[in-house]
Structures are given as structure tokens and as C-alpha cells.
């Protein structure tokens, strides 16, 4: 998120799933159709070769999680695109395992547990990311950083039952995707407790390649898990943890993944910062020393999508 928040498009949604949709696919119509449809990544993910693995996981979506379908069809429809490829467009990262999303997000367990996260999307969406604070009918309310053409859950969220959720991308090879993370990430938000989300996931985990880190009101420990491939495994914290865009201890994952020069630097860095002592959630997401990819690569006076969700 934003070091100032009036720097961010901020939108109160209410309604059914579909409105919902609706309005989002409004909110991000005009960035989506100027940055995105024209952009290769674009045409990439929407690609014919991609039809069986789409149609697929759009069958398992429906089957599954029908309000998150209809939530897409709304976001198909307020963006004036078709169903299809909206739909394969947030199925990117189980498409493809080079996707360029990248972030980074601290732990700090405790009686007051931290998450801190930033989010490093496509350059040409800076300036057109938004909170969107959704009060679904029937359903559990949440607060969430979205990109245009996206659904939210698959950044970070605080939800009105009382947990943080922030993610980050896992680039996990020998997926064989049957349900979209995207929508793993959604439906989470439906959920009331860490253990509901974390039972969602253990069902589901035939996806692309995720990380989760997990705080509840009342409870010290933050909740890792890294999930995608077909496999999940989690970690309890009770100490301070960075986790860049790669699998620190899910087996699968550790062997046959992608690892950048990016998150193995941010990594390193945030590891390197906590073992000296520092406990400050900007000081370690804004820092620019140390490594030639660091967690912040934008200069200050540009800096975006960086903020921690505050102590509870």
C-alpha cells in the first residue's frame, strides 16, 4: 500500500458477489483497457494454449466457490471484457510460473502480532491500485489492496472477523492447476478464523504456488504456509520472519521452484536486519542497502504499496 493513503483510490463496496464484481471491474475499467490489454503479459495469459487449464479451473471455480464465480462475472462485466479471458487473467499464476509479481512481507509475532507487507505488481498499475472496503451480503466484510482486473485476496487484507492476510507469490514448478490461487485467496476471505482458512487451503492446493502469512486477534503466533503444486505445509512463528517471493520450507516447493535475484536478495537482506536487532516495519521494507535487488526499489519520494497494517 501507500505511505499516504490519499494517494490510493479508495472504494466502498456493497451488495451480492456479483455487484461486488461489478463495481471492482468499474473501479479498474480504464486502467485495465489504457496498461493491461495492450501489455505481453496480457496476451500471454489469455493465450489459446492456455484454454484447457482455464477451462478447468473455471469448472472447478463454479463447482466450488460459486459466489467468487459470480464475482468474476461482475468483474468481467464492469470491465467490458469478456468472461473468459478475465477469468484466465486471474488465473495467471497457475498459467505461468514466471509471473512478475514480487513482494515481501515481516512477521512479528507477539501479545500485539505485526504484519507488515509490500506489494511490487506491474509498474503501469502504480497510481491505479485501490482499497476496496467490501461489505458483502451475508458474508464476512474485509478491507483489501487491489490491482485493476483483479479480485482481492491474493495481496493483503484485514477482515472485520479479526485476521490479517498477506500474500506473496511462489514461482513453484510441475503445477497442474486445477483450482485458480487467486480464488483460494478470495474465498479465504469468507472465512471467520486462521484454522478455517488454513482447512480451505489443505483441500485445495492444486494451484499455483502461494505463500500465506496468517494473524488473528488474540493469538501470539503468526501462521506461514506455503502452498501450491498440490502440496501445503505450515509454520507457527514465534519469532520475527521476512519471506521474500520463494518456498522457505514446503518440500515441494524448496527443490522445484524459480528463485529470483530479487527474492533471494530481499531475503537475505530482511534476514541480515532482523538478526541485527531491527524490529522496524518500514526500516526493513523501505531499505535500499546491501544487496543489488533490494526490498525497496523505488526512490523514496516514489515509493508505493508500502505500509504495515497496524498493531491490534
Known amino acids: 500500500m501507500s505511505d499516504q493513503v490519499s494517494s490510493l483510490g479508495w472504494q466502498r463496496i456493497s451488495g451480492c458477489p456479483y455487484d461486488i464484481g461489478m463495481a471492482l471491474g468499474q473501479a479498474g475499467h480504464d486502467a485495465v483497457h489504457r496498461h493491461l490489454l495492450p501489455s505481453d503479459i496480457w496476451a500471454e495469459v489469455t493465450a489459446p494454449c492456455h484454454r484447457e487449464a482455464v477451462a478447468t479451473m473455471a469448472a472447478n471455480t463454479q463447482?466450488?466457490?460459486?459466489?467468487?464465480?459470480?464475482?468474476?462475472?461482475?468483474?468481467?462485466?464492469?470491465?467490458?471484457?469478456p468472461f473468459q479471458a478475465v477469468f484466465a487473467w486471474n488465473c495467471r499464476g497457475d498459467l505461468l510460473p514466471h509471473v512478475p509479481d514480487g513482494c515481501t512481507t515481516l512477521a512479528i509475532p507477539g501479545d500485539n502480532p505485526l504484519i507488515a507487507h509490500n506489494e511490487d505488481g506491474l509498474p503501469f498499475f502504480s497510481g491505479h491500485c485501490f482499497i476496496a472496503?467490501?461489505?458483502?451480503?451475508?458474508?464476512?466484510?474485509?478491507?483489501?489492496?487491489?490491482?485493476?482486473?483483479?479480485?482481492?485476496?491474493?495481496?493483503?487484507?484485514?477482515?472485520?472477523?479479526g485476521f490479517v492476510q498477506a500474500v506473496n507469490n511462489l514461482r513453484l514448478h510441475g503445477v497442474i492447476p486445477k483450482m485458480p490461487r487467486m480464488v483460494l485467496g478470495r474465498a479465504?476471505?469468507?472465512?471467520?478464523?486462521?484454522?478455517?482458512?488454513?482447512?480451505?487451503?489443505?483441500?485445495?492446493?492444486?494451484?499455483?504456488?502461494?505463500?500465506?502469512?496468517?494473524?488473528?486477534?488474540?493469538?501470539?503466533?503468526?501462521?506461514?504456509?506455503?502452498f501450491g503444486a498440490g502440496a501445503l505445509a505450515q509454520r507457527a512463528l514465534s519469532a520475527p520472519a521476512i519471506h521474500a517471493n520463494h518456498a522457505l520450507f514446503q518440500p515441494q516447493g524448496v527443490v522445484a521452484q524459480s528463485i529470483t535475484a530479487s527474492s533471494r536478495d530481499r531475503q537475505q537482506r530482511g534476514e541480515q536486519l532482523l538478526a541485527a536487532?531491527?524490529?522496524?516495519?518500514?526500516?526493513?521494507?523501505?531499505?535500499?542497502?546491501?544487496?543489488?535487488?533490494?526490498?525497496?526499489?523505488?526512490?523514496?519520494?516514489?515509493?508505493?504499496?508500502?505500509?504495515?497494517?497496524?498493531?491490534?
Open 188 to 226: 479465504a476471505l469468507y472465512k471467520s478464523s486462521i484454522a478455517e482458512v488454513v482447512a480451505l487451503l489443505e483441500q485445495h492446493p492444486e494451484c499455483g504456488g502461494f505463500h500465506f502469512s496468517l494473524a488473528e486477534r488474540g493469538r501470539a503466533e503468526v501462521i506461514s504456509v506455503e
Open 63 to 81: 463447482h466450488y466457490f460459486p459466489a467468487v464465480w459470480e464475482e468474476l462475472e461482475g468483474l468481467a462485466d464492469g470491465l467490458a471484457l
Open 277 to 312: 536487532g531491527e524490529r522496524a516495519p518500514l526500516a526493513i521494507l523501505h531499505d535500499q542497502q546491501g544487496m543489488a535487488c533490494p526490498s525497496c526499489a523505488l526512490p523514496p519520494t516514489t515509493r508505493i504499496r508500502k505500509t504495515p497494517w497496524p498493531r491490534r
Open 133 to 161: 472496503e467490501v461489505n458483502p451480503e451475508q458474508a464476512n466484510g474485509f478491507m483489501a489492496f487491489c490491482y485493476p482486473g483483479s479480485i482481492p485476496g491474493h495481496t493483503l487484507a484485514i477482515t472485520r472477523q
